[in-house]
C-alpha cells in the first residue's frame, strides 16, 4: 500500500519559516519525482516545487528564492523548505509521487501565516 504521509504544517507570523516534510512508503522511492503543491480556500491546486529522482529543482515563481525542495533518498523523505512566508502562503500543502505509471498524492498539511 502506498502512502504519502506530510507532516509540518503549522501557524506561522509573516517572515517566519516551516520545513514540511513527505514520508513516502510502498513505493521505491528513489524511482520518483516528488512535488509539493498547494491550494487555498476557493483556489484551485498549484505547483509549488519539484524534485526529480536525480535532483533537479523547479518552482514556481511565486516562491523562487524562498522555498527550497530537497529529498533523502535513504530516509524516503521529501522535504519543503520555506522561509520569509507571506499570507498568501497560507494554503493546504500536498505532497505528490510520479513515475512514469504511477502517480500520488498525501492527504496535505495545513499552513497558515497569518499575525
Known amino acids: 500500500q502506498v502512502q504519502l504521509v506530510e507532516s509540518g504544517g503549522d501557524l506561522v507570523q509573516p517572515g517566519g519559516s516551516l520545513r514540511l516534510s513527505c514520508a513516502a512508503s510502498g513505493i521505491i522511492f528513489s524511482r520518483y519525482a516528488m512535488g509539493w503543491y498547494r491550494q487555498a480556500p476557493g483556489k484551485q491546486r498549484e505547483l509549488v516545487a519539484t524534485?526529480?529522482?536525480?535532483?533537479?529543482?523547479n518552482y514556481a515563481d511565486s516562491v523562487k528564492g524562498r522555498f527550497t525542495i530537497s529529498r533523502d533518498n535513504a530516509k524516503n523523505t521529501a522535504y519543503l523548505q520555506m522561509n520569509s512566508l507571506k499570507l498568501e502562503d497560507t494554503a493546504v500543502y500536498y505532497c505528490?509521487?510520479?513515475?512514469?505509471?504511477?502517480?500520488?498524492w498525501g492527504q496535505g498539511t495545513q499552513v497558515t501565516v497569518s499575525s
Open positions: 505528490n509521487a510520479i513515475s512514469a505509471l504511477y502517480g500520488y
Open positions: 524534485i526529480t529522482s536525480r535532483g533537479a529543482t
